[in-house]
């Protein structure tokens, strides 16, 4: 039968014959597989999900072997050469590239939606002076759920729509509000009359002037880093965003577990892990014997390997020519030719080309947002904001899903079998493990 996979139980000798979609079974379809009537039937076994979907999805493609990263079918580096940020954020949303008076509604909603209520700058003043922003960034987007309680009905769409506008405009105010306090500066207001990058900026660094006026070539850099990083499907902070946000969680604090998933350096802690790496190694002579550690187990070679690419990561190949560009503005940073010798050394070494290890985004990227004047305590900030728009999209999803439920794995139980309790006074101490 085509488009069907039969299995033989080699305990029973039975045979089952499950049907294949998209080149899967259904997990659901193993449980009849059985050893007797008191079998709970077969699981599949995939702890951190290395071969299971979770879901559908027509937001985000990635074809890992060959390198290929897509939004709704367009290719990135099209996406990144012609369009704003805000324009891609209204096609992950809502599946197309909008028309003009589409896009013109979309950036005038967005732009009408990032001022914070004064009640969270109190909230932020809480903060301790040397509080990490990705910490104060996480605890302040969950606060917004005390100040919209309307947001916990996910299933009006118009209610939903209006919580996607909130967050979208407000975060870059957050993230901004948690650099401001970290410095000891007042908070500077968003400006209308900038666009999403722009107005970043603004609130950023501005000082005394009566308007802030960015440079338009790092304002253009800084919205390709946002389009770049605006989604990459079931990632693992997408992954937190849909888990979460299937108990009905509203979406407030359903995108703070998200950017607390991606606050790991394993995530997208690492542009930070990067910078840190690069200032360890200092200068270039030193690059070989940093490789030997790698090699050694001892430490990794991060903003390097992924999970689903493994070729180099197309967001990468676009991220040095942006480099580029905004080296011209600001001066070359030495630590771009640590990266570039390291990254030429790492992809000529057998220990890296064996297991496809390639730069991925946050190999770049930390040393664009530092050549512009960040902090490297600010890049995860600076990732969560474009990504906030994939966790929308891939909540939004979700939500009109109806084959999706709570999320709940099962698991393989290991511990004890059943056991009596022991009173206090007659227990013994285990051995130290
Ligand atoms: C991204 C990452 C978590 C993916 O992990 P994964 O899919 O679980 O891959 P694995 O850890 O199984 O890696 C496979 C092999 O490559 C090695 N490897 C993976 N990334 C490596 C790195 N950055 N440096 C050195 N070795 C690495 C692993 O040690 C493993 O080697 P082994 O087969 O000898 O045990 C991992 O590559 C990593 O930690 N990278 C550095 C952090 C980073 O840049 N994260 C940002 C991702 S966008």
Redesign the pocket.
């Known amino acids: 039968m085509p488009n069907t996979v039969t299995i033989t139980d080699n305990r029973t000798n039975a045979s089952y014959t499950l049907p294949v979609e998209n080149g899967t079974i259904r997990a659901m379809d193993l449980r009849q597989i059985k050893t007797g009537p008191d079998d709970f039937g077969l699981m599949s076994f995939d702890p951190a999900f290395t071969n299971t979907a979770s879901c559908r999805s027509s937001i985000t493609f990635i074809d890992g072997d060959k390198g290929i990263l897509r939004y709704r079918g367009y290719p990135i580096e099209e996406l990144a050469e012609h369009c704003t940020f805000l324009e891609v954020a209204y096609l992950l949303l809502w599946g197309d590239l909008p028309t003009e008076q589409q896009l013109k509604d979309w950036v005038h909603e967005i732009t009408h939606h990032t001022m914070l209520h004064e009640t969270t700058k109190k909230f932020l003043e809480g903060f301790r002076y040397n509080a990490h922003p990705m910490g104060m960034f996480v605890s302040t987007v969950a606060a917004l759920s005390t100040i919209y309680p309307e947001a916990r009905e996910v299933h009006n769409p118009a209610i939903r729509r209006h919580q996607i506008l909130r967050l979208i405009g407000k975060v870059p105010t957050i993230a901004a509000y948690c650099y401001r306090h970290s410095l000891g500066f007042p908070y500077v207001y968003p400006d209308n009359d900038l666009t999403y990058s722009e107005n970043f900026m603004n609130m950023i660094w501005k000082m005394v002037e009566p308007k802030y006026v960015a440079n338009p070539v790092l304002a253009r850099a800084l919205d390709i880093l946002f389009i770049l990083h605006a989604d990459h499907e079931q990632n693992c902070s997408a992954n937190a965003m849909r888990s979460v946000g299937s108990a009905l969680t509203d979406p407030f604090l359903t995108t703070a577990a998200a950017a607390a998933a991606l606050a790991g350096p394993?995530?997208g802690g690492?542009n930070e892990a990067v910078l840190r790496m690069l200032d360890e190694i200092g200068s270039k002579d030193k690059i070989p014997a940093y490789i030997k550690q790698?090699k050694e187990g001892k430490c990794?070679?991060?903003?390097?390997?992924?999970?689903v690419y493994k070729n180099y990561d197309p967001r990468a190949r676009i991220i040095k020519w942006t480099a580029e560009q905004v080296f011209e503005c600001t001066g070359r940073n030495s630590k771009l030719d640590i990266a570039l010798e390291l990254e030429r050394i790492a992809l000529e070494d057998d220990y890296f080309v064996e297991?496809k290890?390639y730069p991925?985004?946050?190999f770049y990227s930390g040393i664009i947002y530092q050549a512009m004047g960040f902090r490297p305590e600010m890049f995860t900030v600076m990732f969560a904001i474009p990504r906030t728009t994939g966790w929308l999209a891939q909540w939004n999803e979700m939500l009109t899903q109806p084959e999706q439920k709570i999320a709940r794995p099962r698991q393989v139980y290991t511990g004890h079998e059943t056991r009596s309790y022991v009173p206090l006074t007659q227990r013994k101490e285990l051995a130290a493990v």
């Open positions: 394993l995530h690492a790698v990794k070679l991060m903003g390097f390997g992924h999970r297991r290890l991925n985004v946050d």
